[in-house]
């Protein structure tokens, strides 16, 4: 079973074996969250990896010296053979690392989900491996469902939240129902209202118990 986290992993030591396009995307995704990119591979795709920053050890990984994964903090086993990918993440777990496995996502500890940003908002989907199509699908789904949540609307619907919290901290379901009618204003709604009271957050809070409260009356 795995947990869903979001891990800041800027400056961590990453090990890619296996050269191939699989690979390379992965390393793509982690090298933007920072990690630093090793990779460990005979052979290269060379298109799939010219873009991505990283260092590369031209040998094969021999499990008989897996001294080799010392130092990583995350090792992902994207090679071409099942049977070395499991024996990867033995090893690696053996020594307590975390470790993604490309060809079966069950045998490794770690999951690299499908994931969608889209302004202030960032969603990670997962079948755990096993339906990647229905991942890829659902991606194309919800992408346009975020896209009016640009990264200005969520600060300041975060700065509103943060001042109804604050006030209400004493009536939890006075609190309660004001932030579900913040959740539930459209982001366009709530955009023109920010603009016409000029970012003044009280005057939005005062808006939003008069909007509460017409709602509670009908």
């Not at 090298?31 to 799939?48: N, Q, Y």
């Not at 003044?200 to 509670?216: V, Y």
Request: hydrophobic share 40%; aromatic share 4%.
């Amino acid at each position: 079973m795995h947990t869903p986290l979001f891990i800041n992993i800027s400056g961590w030591p990453v090990l890619i074996i296996g050269g191939g396009a699989i690979g390379a995307r992965k390393a793509a995704e982690l090298a933007a969250g920072g990690a630093v990119i090793t990779l460990l591979s005979p052979r290269c795709d060379k298109a799939a990896w010219s873009r991505i920053p990283h260092t590369r050890r031209e040998e094969a990984f021999d499990p008989a010296h897996p001294e080799i994964l010392h130092g990583f903090r995350l090792v992902i086993a994207a090679t071409d053979n099942r049977e070395l990918n499991s024996e990867i993440a033995r090893l690696a777990r053996e020594q307590n690392l975390l470790c993604n496995v490309a060809s079966a996502a069950n045998e490794g500890n770690v999951i690299l989900p499908g994931v969608i940003k889209s302004g202030g908002i960032t969603l990670a989907i997962s079948s755990g491996g096993q339906t990647p199509f229905l991942t890829r699908h659902l991606k194309q789904e919800i992408t346009p469902l975020l896209a009016a949540y640009d990264e200005t609307t969520v600060k300041r619907l975060g700065t509103v939240r943060r001042l109804i919290v604050t006030k209400l901290a004493a009536d939890t379901d006075a609190k309660r129902r004001l932030l579900t009618k913040l959740t539930n204003t459209p982001a366009d709604r709530f955009n023109a209202i920010w603009n016409a009271k000029k970012g003044n957050c009280d005057e939005i809070i005062d808006w939003l118990q008069r909007e509460q409260a017409g709602a509670d009356t009908n």
